[in-house]
């Protein structure tokens, strides 16, 4: 016994010649520390969700924003075409930028007031006649069922027929229901938010009056120096994304609605008229909007007495579709926007879910945004993109790993020594 304890005490002899020290860094931090961490995280998650929910109750009036914001955007060419011959001669004094604005304003209001008025009554008749003619389409398309059911009397099975022509009429039954009530949602809209679509022209003014002074009291909360010019150009870029987006979207709306009217017209489809307008219109909701324009054409076409016009019609809007997205529009955006046609059509979705209508019309522009400040944050950076960003940093781990294993093996080789 006395040996092996001999031998114990010459081992732990050893090992404590040849051993090195270690310095153990406590892991686990105080108390204070912890209670920190969570009280500034609550207080960031209470202030988040306070955020949320402000911007939920405000929406609406976020949204009368946006629309003052585009519409600003749209008049801003305008107002820079009346302003530029006193500008050239260095007479502005003339034509400051306040009354340029309301010339601009007399202007626009003026040609659509003779619009409304040459129009209105055209649309009005496509209106009251759609509303008495609409109680007979029910009929005649349980008519073209009875003939197709005669027609098809030997291919299908009478069981399968009566089924097939059951739930054809429950559907229209409650096509016509839901036709109905959402026709009278929209009318109960536009009468209850209307005197606030009057403040947009309002709300347009004074952004376009005092445009420069909202812009250097955003850039004097930056200091000054290599920030503000980033936030700078940062501004400069989403002005140009928004402008081209308000540019391309109006330029849209006024040649397919014009070209929808001429070719409906020629195709003989009912109603014309109305569905051109409409279809300008939908022009302004990204996706929804042209799809559902194109099935209202179509099934006006059904309904009408030569159902090849729903045919040429789809054909049409086909074409149409596929000439306008990547050909003109594409060309009338310009250097404006860069997104692909997969980013829209996953924005317009999103946008639908997060915040209905409103949100389909602000999808587009918001990602728009947030690709260019994406853009300058890799410029500021310095970096490729955020994959490379990521890949770079495992790199650089990686790296100091082996520096770190090589200094390690060096100093126990001197020790050793």
Known sequence: MADKKSRKKSDIRKMRKTARRVFLDPSTPPASSIIRVISISLIVLLLTALVLILLYELSFLLFLIVLSIF??????????IIRQPFKVRQLEKFMPRSLAI??????????????????????????Q?????????????????????????????????VQIYENIGAFLQAFGVWLTGFIGL??????????????IPILAFFFLKDVYLYRSLFLRCFPSGRWRARVESVLRDVNQTLAAYARAQLISCLLIGTVCTIAFTVIGLDYALLLGILAGVFEF???????????IAVLVGLFSDNPWDALWTAIFMTSLRLTHDYVTYP????????????????????????????????????????????????????????????IDSIEEDETKAEVIKKEDVKDSGEKEI
């Open 71 to 80: 519409f600003a955007y749209l008049l801003e060419p305008l107002v820079k």
């Open 331 to 390: 060309r009338i955006v310009r250097d404006g926007i860069h997104l692909h046609p997969l980013a829209i059509i996953l924005s317009v979705l999103a946008g639908e879910q997060i915040g209905g209508i409103p949100g389909v019309f602000l999808s587009i522009p918001v990602v728009a945004i947030l690709t260019v400040l994406y853009k300058h944050i890799l410029a500021y950076s310095g970096r490729e993109g955020f994959v490379s960003t990521i």
């Open 285 to 295: 909701i990204p996706l929804l909007g042209p799809l559902t324009i194109s099935l």
């Open 102 to 127: 309301v010339i601009s304003y007399l202007m626009v209001f003026s040609i659509l007031a003779i619009a409304i008025s040459y129009l209105a009554p055209l649309i009005a008749a496509q209106i």
């Open 129 to 161: 006649e759609f509303a008495n003619n609409s109680p007979n389409y029910a009929q005649l398309i349980q008519e073209r069922i009875a003939e197709a059911n005669t027609h098809y009397a030997q291919m299908i099975p009478e069981r399968f027929q």
């Open 186 to 199: 929209v009318a109960v809209s536009i009468a209850t938010y209307f005197p606030w679509l009057l403040l």
